[in-house]
């Protein structure tokens, strides 16, 4: 499926820097903007992140993939309202970076023949607004897509690829996984920045000038403690059993350092840290082959719902990118091809399907020629 007409609810940071994505490496296609705030879509159209201002829903009757960018509040509301003026088959995805809640609510709530995939890219920035917008914010990085299996097989498929134009990585994740992740590695963080930020200047009431001389140190700890107030406050509380969770685990870890500083223990605080040190410097990135380094994945599969779903999503656990997706359709069965960035990755995704039954072969990437 090859989208021709896109639309973007909410033309923010997010919104903005998708549909400036958009317009870099797919110009062909009609982007159109609805923002609340008229002033944010003239500004979005103005720097070419759209080529329409919508003025309500209604102008998106022929849009094929909404993208609802919008606070996480609103997404439920603005998601089915959104669907009612879609045609049959459209696709509305979210950017929303909590996602159990919302998928379920919009799967109760969503008029039928629309589809919902949940959808978050792992990228943002402190600063806010379409004016920070950037083509370059989802490159090269993460994209999560949370796949039901009652998920339409082509739908899914169309939006991966879309995704993937943009030159995002795209990752398929249980939604609820995914909350207790991004408790970990997003939401909690953020909430320790600003515990930082708001002990230094409870300090600075005492010790003037103790912020005068926060370094990069600081700085570097405490960047994302700039963000929208409004916006990670229900960000947060939407996802707050995991977030909870994640606060639990981390008094753990704070005790055991308090102990070894108590104790005077030299040797547990530097294991402590050389624990973490190590953990740091080996962090994954995102990959960044060449077109020789691919892998595709050949699996036979039945023909039956879900299958797409349960795949990826097991890939999607251990961290594995898809950089395409092929379904060769037989009678009964057929063959999912998949494609990733390397060898190591590919023996990894074998080794995951085997232990789930799947038959797998590895072959050099073909992309036919």
């Not at 109760?108 to 629309?114: I, R, T």
Request: include cysteine.
């Amino acid at each position: 499926m090859e989208f021709r007409k896109v639309g973007l609810v909410g033309t923010g940071l997010i919104g903005g820097s998708i549909g400036l994505a958009i317009k870099k490496f797919k110009p062909q296609v009609d982007v159109i903007g609805f923002d609340k705030c008229e002033e944010v879509s003239a500004i979005a159209k103005k720097i070419g992140a759209i080529d329409f201002i919508a003025k309500d829903f209604s102008s998106f009757s022929e849009v094929e993939l909404v993208f609802v960018s919008t606070p996480i509040s609103a997404i439920v509301d603005c998601v089915c309202q959104v669907a009612s003026y879609l045609k049959e088959g459209a696709i509305i995805t979210d950017t929303g970076s909590v996602k159990a809640p919302i998928v379920e609510k919009i799967e109760k709530k969503l008029p039928a023949g629309k589809i919902f995939i949940g959808g978050h890219p792992m990228a943002g920035s402190d600063r806010e607004g379409i004016n920070f917008a950037s083509s370059s914010l989802v490159e090269n990085s993460y994209y999560i897509l949370t796949p039901l299996t009652s998920t339409p097989d082509q739908a899914y498929l169309a939006l991966h690829d879309f995704l993937t134009s943009l030159k995002a990585f795209v990752v398929a994740v249980d939604p609820y996984r995914h909350d207790l992740i991004v408790a970990y590695i997003s939401h909690l963080p953020h909430l320790l920045a600003a515990a930082i930020v708001n002990l230094a200047v409870s300090r600075s009431k005492e010790e003037e000038g103790l912020l005068f001389f926060a370094s990069s140190g600081f700085r570097d700890v405490t960047r994302i403690a700039g963000g929208n107030s409004q916006l990670w406050a229900d960000i947060l509380l939407e996802n707050r059993e995991a977030v909870l969770k994640a606060l639990s685990e981390l008094n753990v870890e704070i005790k055991s350092l308090k102990k070894a500083l108590e104790h005077g223990n030299n040797h547990e605080v530097e294991q402590l840290l050389e624990k973490a040190r190590l953990a740091r410097r080996s962090l994954p990135v995102a990959a960044k082959g060449t077109i020789e380094d691919l892998r595709t994945l050949s699996v036979p599969v039945e023909n039956k719902p879900g299958v797409l779903s349960e795949v990826t999503v097991l890939l999607g656990r251990a961290g594995i990118n898809i950089e395409d997706i092929e379904i060769v359709h037989g009678i009964d069965r057929g063959v999912l091809k998949l494609t990733v960035s390397s060898q190591e990755r590919a023996e990894k995704a074998k080794e995951i399907l085997k232990d789930k039954g799947y038959e797998v072969s590895i072959s050099a990437y073909n992309n036919g020629v």
